[in-house]
């Protein structure tokens, strides 16, 4: 993105290339959907709207088909994601999902979804085993030492989703890379700030160790869902930066192709605004989930939809948004 690129910029852009095939042609023959599949998708869709409204609402500001297929990227992540969150043999549940995966003998939906949506857009397989990867690591990782092992995290979890996006949506050149990557670490880390205190209830600190003894805060202090002006300092600087990698990943909404962009471009504003009412409850992500009302998505709807259509998001002035 720049020639000045963090170790861990440059780290996961090799990743990511690591993968790379053609992006997938911008219009192309689509075949028939079969009416197993057909319900397949539908499901993929009630998974989508009962989860994540802000996902619901940006992927249906895009042509309809590209919309099953995010919706079952959507789904498929959210499977994933259930499996390493719940109850039992969390590890076994996930290597027979990844098997099913592997072999394409399996009659659930949201699979047979998946598998038609990679089928049609030629997404790399890779980005799916890293992102499976990055959830295996919810098993046996529950703390994280630095920054830099952070983003390497948010990059499976999250970059990888916004990489496959990519194909469904169509891009110009793999100069949209890096922009992805940046966007997801930033969605990631707002989501890890947003859920401090539930990830902390079960067992988790996504926090980096570092950073949280350098504003003189322990695992007490979070144990204890303490709101003291070392955790305000310290959520100050993680919304900033978070803040900062959000305006220099928006730029590369151009790349896309145009009738993508507003769709990415509304995911991204809207879940930036979820860091806004992080500081307007005083910091405060131990007794409430910040969100971002429906009123408030409809109010920045037509802003966003304006910065798409006059070109507010581009290189020269994406860091000023």
């Given amino acids: ?60 500001l895009v042509p ?33 999902w990844r098997e099913a995966l592997h072999t394409h003998m399996n009659n659930h939906p949201v699979l ?21 990867e990055a959830l295996a690591q919810d098993l046996t990782v529950t703390r994280y030492a630095t920054f830099e092992d952070l983003v390497h995290y948010c990059y499976g979890v999250a970059s990888t989703v916004g990489l496959m996006s990519m194909y469904i949506i169509g ?5 949209a890379i890096p922009y992805a990557i940046k966007l997801g670490v930033a969605l ?14 079960q067992g988790r600190l996504y926090l980096p160790q570092d950073e949280l003894n350098a504003f003189g805060l322990t695992e007490a202090d979070i144990a204890a869902a303490r709101v003291d002006e070392r955790w305000r300092t310290f959520m100050s600087f993680q919304i900033e930066r978070t803040r900062h990698l959000y305006a220099e990943s928006l730029p590369g909404i151009a790349y896309l192709h145009p009738d993508g962009r ?21 910091y405060d992500v131990f007794t409430r989930r910040a969100h971002v009302s429906e ?8 802003i966003i939809a304006w910065r798409v259509y006059t070109n507010r998001y581009t290189a020269r002035q994406g860091a000023r948004l």
């Fill in 1 to 60: 993105m720049s020639s000045t690129s963090t170790s861990w910029e440059q780290s996961l852009v090799q990743k990511a290339t690591a993968a790379l095939k053609p992006p997938s042609p911008v219009y192309q023959h689509l075949s028939a959907k079969t009416p197993e599949i057909r319900a397949a998708y539908l499901h993929c869709e009630a998974i989508t709207r009962e989860h994540s409204r802000t996902f619901y609402m940006a992927t249906a």
């Fill in 64 to 96: 309809m088909e590209k919309r099953h297929a995010l919706r079952a990227l959507y789904a498929f992540c959210r499977i994933s994601d259930s499996l390493v969150d719940g109850a039992g043999d969390r590890a076994g549940q996930l290597a027979k």
């Fill in 112 to 132: 047979q979804a998946w598998y038609d949506t990679c089928s049609r857009y030629s997404i790399p397989s890779l980005y799916t085993e890293q992102l499976l």
């Fill in 171 to 175: 891009y110009c050149n793999d100069e």
């Fill in 188 to 201: 990631q880390l707002t989501n890890i700030l947003r859920d401090v205190g539930e990830d902390w209830r």
């Fill in 262 to 282: 507003l769709a990415v471009a509304a995911a991204a504003e809207l879940y930036r605004a979820i860091l806004d009412d992080i500081e307007a409850y005083d």
């Fill in 295 to 302: 009123i408030r998505k409809l109010i920045l709807l037509p």
